[in-house]
């Protein structure tokens, strides 16, 4: 089945780190630039952070620039989000997804969510 | 960073009837928008793309149009399964943004 599972999300204080993962089943992750998108309770999506398929180019969301690094191992078929200095505002369910190379989404992850609070 | 304002924030309709939603771009984005569909719980779902492109498997009951500023998703006749929360999303330029959606409920 063609799926993305995401992970890694939990409760955090304010100014700890957790990483996300992403693994893509059935089907190949280098044919595939990636994002990650999230939302928090009741809002729409917030974009974060895509890397391109083969993982040189990557780029951020204002807010969030400097304290998250997005990473890919297509080895492993993962995706990742390494998350620092969060924040109560970082608070939301965090999706990945695949594009295929026009930045539409076409496949989501089902989310996992991230509780900053002290 | 282009604001994406969606309207109305809720739309009460009852089921065989055609809703229309609004999308409206602070500058221009060509036909660069997407709409995506999403129910409690779920992930988002794409729609269509460039403005007017169905995604694979989306029922011809859905369509898109506009370009520029401004775009409308149409649901011409709505079945039960179509009652959710629908976004646009533009991908003219970083930052990738997405609207504050819309919410088709059942009257």
């Known amino acids: 089945e063609v799926q993305l599972l995401d992970s890694g999300g939990g409760l955090e204080q304010p100014g700890g780190s957790l990483r996300l993962s992403c693994a893509a089943s059935?089907?190949?992750?280098?044919?595939?630039?990636m994002t990650w998108v999230r939302q928090a309770p009741g809002k729409g999506p917030e974009w974060v952070s895509a890397?391109?398929?083969?993982?040189?180019?990557?780029t951020y969301a204002d807010s969030v620039k400097g304290r998250f690094t997005i990473s890919r191992d297509n080895s492993l078929k993962t995706l990742y989000l390494q998350m620092n200095s969060l924040r109560d505002e970082d608070t939301a369910v965090y999706y990945c997804?695949?594009?295929?190379?026009?930045?539409?989404?076409?496949?989501w992850g089902r989310g996992t969510l991230v509780s900053v609070s002290s | 960073e282009i604001v994406l304002t969606q309207s109305p924030a809720t739309l009460s309709l009852s089921p065989g009837e055609r809703a229309t939603l609004s999308c409206r771009a602070s500058?221009?984005?060509?036909?660069?928008l997407a709409w995506y569909q999403q129910t409690p719980g779920q992930a988002p779902r794409l729609l269509i793309y460039?403005?007017?492109n169905r995604a694979t498997g989306i029922p011809a009951r859905f369509s898109g149009s506009g370009s520029g500023t401004d775009f409308t998703l149409t649901i011409s006749s709505l079945e039960p399964e179509d009652f959710a929360l629908y976004f646009c999303?533009?991908?003219?330029?970083?930052?990738?943004?997405f609207g504050g959606g819309t919410k088709v409920e059942s009257k």
């Open positions: 460039d403005a007017s």
């Open positions: 997804a695949r594009s295929q190379g026009n930045w539409y989404f076409d496949l």
């Open positions: 500058q221009n984005i060509n036909n660069y």
């Open positions: 890397i391109s398929r083969d993982g040189d180019g990557t």
């Open positions: 059935g089907f190949t992750l280098t044919g595939y630039d």
């Open positions: 999303q533009h991908r003219y330029n970083w930052p990738l943004t």
